[in-house]
Structure formats: C-alpha cells, structure tokens
C-alpha cells in the first residue's frame, strides 16, 4: 500500500466515524425528543386511576382503548403523535373532564386487559373495606348500612392520581368573592356528590355568596378538602390527605387561570 493510499484510507476512516458519531448524535436526539414528549406529568396531564409505574406502563398500554370506551363521562383520552412515546396512550385532562367515580367501581381499571391501570389494588381496598365492615357487625348489617357503598368508599380512596394545589392569589374565596353563572363553561359531566344522576355541568347554575365550589363538589367531600378561614381571616380551601387528585375542583373552580390545580402524582 503506497502512503497515498494509506492517506485516503485516514481520510475515509475520519469521514466514516464523523458520519457515525453525527447519526448517533441524530438518533440519541429523537429518543430524547421523544423521551420527553412523553411525559404527560410534565404537561399536567394525569394518568387515569390505577396507572402503574410510567416506564412499565408504556410497555404494558396496548393502546387499546378500552378505558376510553367504558368510562361514562368520557375523562379519558389517547394521546396525540405529538405525545412521543406516549402516542395512543390514555390520559386525563381534569380542566377539560375530570374523573368523577361516578362508574362507582373503577371500571377503567377493571377493563383494562393488560393490567397497564391495575385494578388488583382498588379490588383489594374494596374487599377489605367490606369484610371490615361484617366482622364490625357481626356478619348482620342494619338495614341502613349499604356494605356497597362502603365498598365504592375505599375504592376510590386508595389511589391517588396526583394531589389538588391551591393558589391563593387566583382563588375567590381569598378574596371575599362568590360566583353566579354556569358551573363550567364548557360541556362536561358529573354526577354532584350525594346525586344519582349525572349532569351537563353548562347547565348548572350556580350562586354562591362567597365561592366553595371546589369543596362542595368534591366527591371525596370533607376527607379531601375543606373551606377554611386563614390567619389573617380569609376563607380559602384546605386540601386534605383523603385527596386523591381527581381534579373535579379543578374542572369547577370558575377564575382563569384555574385558582386550584392537580398535580400530578410519581406513580
Ligand atoms: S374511574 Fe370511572 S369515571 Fe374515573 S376515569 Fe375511570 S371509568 Fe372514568
Ligand atoms: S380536592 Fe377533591 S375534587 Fe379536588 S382533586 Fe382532591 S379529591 Fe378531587
Ligand atoms: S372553586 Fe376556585 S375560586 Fe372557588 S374557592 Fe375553590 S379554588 Fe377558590
């Protein structure tokens, strides 16, 4: 091999790993990109309830959409191809449609067929709860005693999807404000605690005097959040630890930008 040769050689060697070195560079790019479009908690969107670790989960969701489908007020949405590897996964934008529980049994969870949303732990919570309840009663329950709703209590309490934060500054109460006028603006549903039916939320009119709607439709009630009055003598929502970040008083709570948000919780 004459040196000229041996230079072209160099030459094409340098050419070559620069060439790599560029394509690798390309690739880690992309996967970064797309690493990190998939992170819906950093975009304060949640996971729906039983969502198991991030990582896993974006191997585990078959991008199915059974959750999609079952859910009655319809919380639940795919990702976009914006969304990097998250693309056709589910998630929950509690501003837009908050999960309510209004299934009453976690029926997301339970339908999912690859146990992406993990429904043993909801199970788990549920049984308990009951035979909790019989042993308290001796296996006769008064007639007044629902062991169901007992059941749909711990159900929904065991899983925390992210945890309401309360900003002051935007929040009515804080400043001795009330509301009048449709409960959202846009068109959601949601079954009011203590109601059997579900509404329209823009056809909900409410007036309060001093605004609480983030409390009273809270479907944790007081265990989650409560109105209370601060050191300096104004009245602004507590979060409590039954919070299991729905985000209903996110969904509900009137100023723009919202006065109460979830974050989203490690799962
Ligand atoms: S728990 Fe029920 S209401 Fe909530 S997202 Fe799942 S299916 Fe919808
Ligand atoms: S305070 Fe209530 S409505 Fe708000 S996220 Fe927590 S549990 Fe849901
Ligand atoms: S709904 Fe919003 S504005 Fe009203 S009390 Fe709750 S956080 Fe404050």
Known sequence: MGKNDAKLNRRQFLKASAAAVVSLAAVGSVAYWLKDKSDMRSRGLLRPPGAINEDEFLFACIKCGLCVQICPVRAIKLADWDAGLSYGTPYIDADVQACDFSCDSIQCAETCPTAALNFQVFKKAGEEAV?????????????????????IHAMKRVYHLGIAKVDPEKCLAYHGKGYEGPLTKHRAKLRPPGKDERVHTDEIHVK????????????????????????????????????????????VCPTEPKAIVIEPAEL
Not at 131 to 151: G, H, I, R, S
Not at 220 to 225: C, M, N, P, R, S
């Open 208 to 251: 309060r005097e001093m605004c609480d709607l983030c409390a009273v439709y809270c479907p944790l009630g007081e265990d989650a959040i409560v109105m209370e009055k601060t050191g300096e003598g104004r009245m602004l929502p507590k979060i409590l630890e039954g919070c299991v970040g729905c985000g209903v008083c996110e969904m």
């Open 131 to 151: 035979t909790e309840l019989y042993a308290k009663y001796n296996n006769k329950l008064p007639a007044d005693v629902n062991p169901f709703k007992v059941q």
